[in-house]
């Protein structure tokens, strides 16, 4: 990446609620004793700020409510050095809630997300935004943008020539990426999300399965795609080829932002022009040490930890 240059990161930016309940055995319909933490996330602004921790100059266009907790995110986002002056905050708006149960293992058990502001990132706030289009190096997305968000995020794209990489962020989503699959430089779909974007009778499940669903999306027009498979670790493809990395072995802590280090690290290759493979292991490097820290992206990320801790 030049010197000028610099990632512009679109999506989701939020608070999560994550609860660990003290016990497996839950009791429904009554609360039960845990743990609650919160924390700043939302998939773009978690790659964006894995990017800006690995000093890739990033710039965010989110929406945040005019709340106490738009104004958290938007102090964590700045301090990690993320460009936040094109993020909307919206009067009266509510500020991005993913609301995530955890089993006591620390795995996901079930979670709600509520991104309404995200309808704030509309085309006329795009397109008051194009200057950042013209100059940007790469973009970034993630699928809380509207249809008609992603239609001009794409048509800008185009028209300034630039790279568009893509996190479907959950099942639910992943289906409104499927029409620009062929413009996509880069598309990270974890397990669950492969049925819908890539039309798959039966998510991703073994080595085997996501290797092709990796080389199913190459098929399909993306010049990179990456299946990831938690624990079990990654398929990717891209025109030359591909392969499979088994996750490394590590204590799970928390697993939230896991994807999210991983997209942020190989985006983070990707600009540094370093192989794919290479980008490929820089990114579950980074999904690594994520899980084995309690915050969603670790605030001492750094390109020396991700280099001394690289598996070769
Ligand atoms: N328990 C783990 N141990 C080691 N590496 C892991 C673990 N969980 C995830 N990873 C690494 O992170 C990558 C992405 O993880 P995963 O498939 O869970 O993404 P995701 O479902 O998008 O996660 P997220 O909840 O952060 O969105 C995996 O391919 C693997 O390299
Ligand atoms: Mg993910």
Redesign the pocket.
Known sequence: MDDEGFVLVIGSAGIDVKGRPNSDELEYETSNLGRVRNSVGG?ARNIAENLARLEVPTVLLSAVGDDAAGNRVLAHCEESGIDCSYVRQVPSGRTGTYLALLKTSGD?MVAISDFEIMSAVDRPFLLHNEALFAEAEMLVIDATLSLDALATVFELAERYNLRVCA?PTTPALAGNLCDYIPKLFLV?P???ETTALCGLANPAKDRESAIDAARHLVHLGADIAVV???????AYADSSGGGF?R????Q?VD????????TGAVIFGLVNEVRVDEAMRL??TA??L??QNRATVIPELSQEMLYDELVI
Do not use: C, E, W
């Open positions: 998939v996901l996190d990270v974890n397990a669950a990831t498979l938690g624990a079990r670790g990654l990395i996750a490394m072995h590590t799970v697993s939230t932002g896991a994807g999210d280090a991983f990114g579950a999904a690594a994520t899980v």
